[in-house]
C-alpha cells in the first residue's frame, strides 16, 4: 500500500468516508490527516466546473467559462492521435486552472446503435480507434498533473433505462468489441482513474461486476488507479468496494457510509478491501495535488480557441463534392441558408455541456473569408414543422448565389444524454429545403452539423456535403477553413453510415425499454456487420474524400507489422489516414470479414511520397476463446488489407501464423447465425448458445432498482400520479425540441438512487418505506379512512389520515436517517 502511514492513524468511520463524495463533484476532505478535497469536473468535449455552491451533475447550474473543443466523434474523425493529445493537453490545463483535480473523461463506450443519444461523446464503433483516441487524451490531459477519467466502463450503449438496464452479452463480445478500447486506453496511457457506467453486464451491477473491475481492469490490465461510480450509479457500494470500486458519487449522504461500516462490522465487506480502496483514493488526491498546485492562475483563451478551430478542421469529413464544386474560389457570391449558419449546434445536451468561452457562427465569420455574401436566411424551423415564408425567402435568396452554402443539423433534443434519438432522419422540413433550393441553384454545398449518422437520400440532390460532426465552440472557422480550401480535407468516417435504420442488426431491439438490452448481434457491430453480412451502406467506415488524391503502393508484411507507401499524387498538400485491416477468408472460428487493426494519417505536400509503417502484435490476430479464456490465435493465412477506407483497399499481403492450437471453442454449438452474420434477428435458441446459458427472463419486479418510469406496475396511487406527471413532462419535453435533463434523469431513475441523490436527506431505509408504498402499503390507509367515516369524523379526517398513513412511515425513516448521520458526523 502507498499510504499506509495515513491509512493506520484512520478511523474505520474516516475511512468509510473517503469512499464517497462530499459535495456533488468534491471527494471528503479529511484535513488533520492530510487529506485535502479534490474536485472532479466534466468532459469529455470542454471543463465543467460549477464553482458555485450549486453544482448538480446534469448541467442545470451555471458553469465557469471554458474552450468548447470538438466533440468525442469530431475528433476521433481526424484519426490523428497527436492532435487529440494537444486539445486533451489543453483541456487538462483548463481544468487545473479551475482547480479541478480528475477531469472526467474521455468518453469511449462503442456505438452499437445510430440512435444511442450519447453517440457524439463517444469515438467510434471500432475499439481500436475509440482506445487509441481516448489514450491520446488521457495521455494529453494527465501531462498537467492531474487525471483523466475514461467513462463509462462498460457495455454502456443505450440511455433508455440507464441506471438499471442489463447489458447481456456473451464473453468473445464484451473482450473483442466492448471492453478492448478500454484495454487500450489503460494499458497504453495509465489513466489515474475510471469510471463505472451505470448498467448491469450480466446480470451484476458494472459498479459492483468483480469480473469487469477485479478480474480484468486491476489483475488481467494493472490498473491501480481509482474506481469512480457514475453520478447515482452505485447499487450497493458495501458489494463495489469489495470488487474493485473507489469512489461513489455524487454526495450520497453519510448513510452510504453507515452501510459500509455496518458491512465491515458484519463481515459481509474485508477492512483490508476497504483499506485498499482507500489507498487509491488518497493517492488520487495527493497525487493531483502537485499539478494543481503548479497550475498557471489562467489558460489563454484565444490559443485554445485556436487550437479547437484547428480540430474542427481536421474532423471535418467530405463526404460528396461532384465536379469539384468545393473548395471555393475567392469572391465566390455565397448564399448562407440554414438556421444552423446562424445558431451553430456544436455541442451535445447533458453533462457535457460546456459554457463555452465564445461561440463563433459561420454568418459571423463568412465576412472574414475572401467569399462574397449574398446574404443570410434560416430557412427552416429549427425544431421542425412547415415555415412557408422562411421556405420562400430561402429560395429567392438562392436564386442570386454563385453557391449555396447550406447547415443542416439535428437539433438540441435530438442528441442529450438520457434519451436516445427517435429516428435517423433529418427533419423533414430541411430535407425540403435542400430539395427546393437544389431545384433554384444546384450549385449547393451542406454543412452537416449532427454528432452521429443521418439518413442521407438527400444527398443525391446536392452535389457536395461537408460533415461537421459538432465541431466546437470554433467549429464554424474550421468548417469554412476547408470550404475555402485553406485546410484540406483530411478526415474520414470513424462511424458507418447506413443506408437506413433497419439495416442495422440491432435496430428491431434497440433501444431495449425491458429490464435487458440483449446484445444479440454479438461482434457484429457497425463495418463488422455490414461487410460480412454484406449489406451495402451509404458510406463505409473509414471513408472520406480529399481535395487531392494518394496513391498506395510497395505493401509488405510479416506478422509483426506491415510497411507501404503513400504519395500524394494529386496538386494541393493534404493528408491521409491510411488503414490496416486483418482478415481471415479461410477460418473454423466465425469472425468478422475483416477488422482494423492499425492506422496512421500522413501529411504529404504535392507529389511527395512516405513509407508508413504499422506495427502488429499478436492481438491483431487474436480472437477471444471462450473456452480457454484466453487470446488464441487460428493458425493458418491471414490477409493484411491496407486502404483508404473499409471498402476501398488498395493493397493486400498475406502472412501465415502457426496458431496457438486451441480448440475451437464453438465445437458442438450451433451458432449458425454468428457464421453467417445472419444476426438481425436471433431467436433464442442461437442467442442462448453463444451465451452458454439460457437468456435471462425479463419481468419487472417491484425492487429497489425498479424505475420511476416502471412506477406504473406498482400499486400505489400516489406513485401512479408521479408516474403520469413525469410521463407528460417527458412527452412534452419531446414535442418541445429542447432536452430537460432533469426530467429525464429522474425517468430513468431507481427508486434506490434516491437514497443517493438527496445529498443525504434520504438513505436505504427512506427507500424501504417508499418500497413499502409501491408494493401497495398506502390502501391499508382505506382502512382508517372507512373507520373515520364510521365514526362520523367525517371524510376530510378520513383522507388526512390516510395520507398520515401513506407520510408518517417515510418521514419516520427520514428523520431516523438525520439522526443516524448526526451521530456518525460526531465521530469524524
Ligand atoms: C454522466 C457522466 C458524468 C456524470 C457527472 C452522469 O450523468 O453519465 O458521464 O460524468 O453524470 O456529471
Given at each position: ?16 468516508v ?5 459535495k456533488?463533484f ?17 468532459g469529455?468535449?470542454?471543463v465543467?466546473?460549477q ?5 448538480d ?18 475528433m ?27 477531469l472526467?473523461a474521455?468518453g ?9 443519444g450519447?453517440?457524439f461523446?463517444?469515438?467510434s ?25 475514461p467513462k463509462?466502463?462498460?457495455?454502456n450503449s ?36 475510471i469510471?463505472t457506467s451505470y ?8 459498479n ?16 491501480d488507479?481509482a474506481?469512480?461510480?457514475d453520478?447515482?450509479g ?12 473507489t ?9 452510504e457510509?453507515?452501510?459500509l461500516?455496518e ?13 485498499e ?5 488518497i ?38 463534392n461532384e ?7 475567392p ?11 446562424k ?27 475572401e ?12 425544431h421542425?414543422?412547415?415555415n ?37 432522419a433529418?427533419?423533414?422540413?430541411q ?15 451542406v ?6 449518422v443521418v439518413e ?7 452535389p ?16 469554412l ?7 484540406c480535407?483530411?478526415?474520414?468516417l ?22 435487458r ?9 457497425g ?26 503502393s510497395?505493401l509488405?508484411?510479416?506478422?509483426h507489422?506491415?510497411?507501404f ?6 496538386s494541393?498538400?493534404g ?12 477460418h473454423?472460428?466465425?469472425?468478422p470479414e475483416?477488422?482494423l487493426r ?13 513509407t508508413?509503417?504499422i ?7 487474436s ?26 483497399i ?8 502457426a ?11 450451433d ?8 444476426v ?5 435458441a442461437h ?6 446459458r ?59 438512487a434516491?437514497g ?18 409501491v ?9 382508517l ?5 364510521a ?23 427520514a ?5 443516524r448521520?448526526?451521530?456518525l458526523?460526531?465521530k469524524?
Amino acid at each position: 500500500m502507498r499510504h499506509a502511514d495515513i491509512i493506520a492513524r484512520l478511523t474505520l468511520e474516516q475511512k468509510c468516508v473517503l469512499l464517497q463524495g462530499a459535495k456533488p463533484f468534491g471527494t471528503w476532505p479529511l484535513d488533520r490527516a492530510g487529506v485535502p478535497q479534490m474536485e472532479f469536473s466534466d468532459g469529455p468535449s470542454g471543463v465543467r466546473h460549477q464553482a458555485g455552491e450549486h453544482a448538480d451533475h446534469l448541467g442545470l447550474s451555471g458553469s465557469e467559462p471554458a474552450t468548447c473543443f470538438p466533440t468525442a466523434v469530431t475528433m476521433a474523425n481526424t484519426w490523428d492521435e497527436e492532435l487529440e493529445e494537444r486539445v486533451g493537453a489543453a483541456m487538462g490545463q483548463e481544468a487545473a486552472v479551475q482547480k479541478v483535480g480528475t477531469l472526467l473523461a474521455p468518453g469511449l463506450c462503442i456505438k452499437r446503435n445510430p440512435l444511442c443519444g450519447r453517440n457524439f461523446e463517444y469515438f467510434s464503433e471500432d475499439p481500436l480507434v475509440s482506445g487509441k483516441m481516448a489514450a491520446a487524451f488521457v495521455r494529453g490531459v494527465q501531462s498537467n498533473g492531474i487525471a483523466a477519467c475514461p467513462k463509462h466502463f462498460a457495455v454502456n450503449s443505450q440511455e433508455t433505462r440507464r441506471q438499471a438496464s442489463d447489458s447481456v452479452l456473451d464473453e468473445r463480445t464484451l473482450r473483442e468489441i466492448y471492453l478492448a478500447g478500454f484495454e487500450t486506453v489503460v494499458r497504453e496511457s495509465a489513466p489515474q482513474t475510471i469510471m463505472t457506467s451505470y448498467n448491469l453486464v450480466n446480470g451484476t451491477y458494472a459498479n459492483e461486476n468483480k469480473h469487469l473491475l477485479k478480474d480484468i481492469l486491476r489483475d488481467e490490465w494493472g490498473f491501480d488507479g481509482a474506481v469512480v461510480t457514475d453520478w447515482g450509479g452505485s447499487n450497493d457500494h458495501a458489494a463495489g468496494v469489495a470488487a474493485g470500486s473507489t469512489f461513489e458519487m455524487p454526495a450520497p449522504g453519510l448513510g452510504e457510509a453507515r452501510q459500509l461500516i455496518e458491512a465491515v462490522r458484519s463481515g459481509r465487506l474485508a477492512e483490508k478491501d476497504v483499506d485498499e480502496r482507500v489507498d487509491e483514493a488518497i493517492e488520487l488526491v495527493l497525487a493531483t495535488r502537485a499539478g494543481l498546485e503548479a497550475a498557471p492562475a489562467a489558460f489563454d483563451a484565444e490559443a485554445h480557441h485556436a487550437l479547437a478551430r484547428e480540430a474542427a478542421a481536421e474532423g471535418c469529413v467530405l463526404l460528396k463534392n461532384e465536379g469539384g464544386l468545393l473548395p471555393l474560389a475567392p469572391r465566390t457570391r455565397v448564399a448562407l441558408i440554414g438556421d444552423f449558419a446562424k445558431t451553430p449546434r456544436y455541442q451535445g445536451a447533458g453533462s457535457s455541456a460546456v459554457n463555452s468561452t465564445r461561440v463563433d457562427s459561420l454568418l459571423d465569420l463568412v465576412g472574414e473569408t475572401e467569399l462574397e455574401l449574398a446574404g443570410y436566411e434560416p430557412g427552416f424551423e429549427r425544431h421542425g414543422g412547415e415555415n412557408r415564408a422562411k421556405l420562400d425567402a430561402a429560395l429567392d435568396l438562392a436564386r442570386h448565389a454563385d453557391v449555396v452554402l447550406l447547415a443542416l443539423g439535428l437539433d438540441e433534443i435530438a442528441e442529450t444524454e438520457g434519451a436516445e434519438r427517435r429516428t435517423m432522419a433529418l427533419n423533414a422540413n430541411q430535407v425540403e429545403l435542400v430539395r427546393a433550393v437544389a431545384q433554384v441553384n444546384p450549385r449547393v454545398t451542406v454543412l452537416l452539423s449532427a454528432g452521429s449518422v443521418v439518413e442521407s437520400g438527400w444527398m443525391a440532390d446536392v452535389p457536395a456535403v461537408l460533415y461537421c460532426a459538432l465541431g466546437g465552440q470554433a467549429g464554424a472557422g474550421g468548417a469554412l477553413d476547408v470550404v475555402c480550401g485553406r485546410v484540406c480535407p483530411s478526415g474520414k468516417l470513424t462511424e458507418t453510415w447506413p443506408r437506413r435504420l433497419a439495416d442495422v442488426p440491432s435496430s428491431a431491439s434497440y433501444p431495449a425499454e425491458g429490464l435487458r438490452a440483449e446484445y444479440r448481434e454479438g461482434l457484429y457491430v457497425g463495418y463488422r456487420y455490414f461487410q460480412t453480412a454484406n449489406v451495402p451502406v451509404a458510406f463505409p467506415f473509414g471513408f472520406g474524400l480529399s481535395y487531392t488524391n494518394f496513391a498506395y503502393s510497395d505493401l509488405k508484411a510479416t506478422d509483426h507489422g506491415a510497411t507501404f507507401t503513400v504519395t500524394n499524387t494529386g496538386s494541393c498538400a493534404g493528408a491521409e489516414v491510411a488503414q490496416l485491416y486483418v482478415a481471415k477468408p479461410e477460418h473454423e472460428v466465425f469472425r468478422p470479414e475483416q477488422e482494423l487493426r492499425g492506422f496512421a494519417r500522413v501529411e504529404l505536400a504535392p507529389g511527395e511520397s512516405r513509407t508508413v509503417e504499422i506495427e502488429l502484435d499478436e492481438r491483431a490476430f487474436s480472437y477471444f476463446n471462450v473456452a480457454t479464456g484466453r487470446w488464441e490465435i487460428e493458425g493458418g493465412i491471414y490477409e493484411i488489407r491496407v486502404g483508404a477506407s473499409s471498402e476501398d483497399i488498395r493493397l493486400v499481403a498475406e502472412v501465415e501464423l502457426a496458431g496457438t492450437g486451441a480448440p475451437d471453442p464453438y465445437e458442438g454449438v450451433d451458432v449458425t447465425p454468428y457464421e453467417t452474420a445472419d444476426v438481425t434477428d436471433v431467436d433464442d435458441a442461437h442467442f442462448s448458445a453463444l451465451l452458454g446459458r439460457p437468456v435471462p427472463d425479463d419481468a419487472p419486479r417491484i425492487e429497489p432498482n425498479m424505475c420511476f418510469r416502471d412506477l406504473n406496475y406498482g400499486r400505489s396511487a400516489i406513485l401512479w400520479a408521479v408516474w403520469l406527471v413525469l410521463r407528460s413532462r417527458v412527452r412534452a419535453m419531446e414535442r418541445s425540441g429542447v432536452s430537460d435533463i432533469n426530467t429525464l434523469f429522474i425517468w430513468n431513475m431507481p427508486l434506490r438512487a434516491m437514497g443517493i441523490m438527496t445529498g443525504g436527506i434520504t438513505d436505504k431505509g427512506v427507500v424501504d418505506a417508499l418500497l413499502r408504498e409501491v408494493r401497495g402499503f398506502g390502501w391499508g390507509g382505506a382502512v382508517l379512512l372507512v373507520l373515520a367515516l364510521a365514526l362520523g369524523w367525517g371524510p376530510l379526517v378520513g383522507c388526512l389520515l390516510w395520507l398520515a398513513w401513506i407520510v408518517v412511515p417515510l418521514v419516520g425513516a427520514a428523520l431516523l436517517n438525520l439522526v443516524r448521520n448526526a451521530a456518525l458526523a460526531r465521530k469524524l
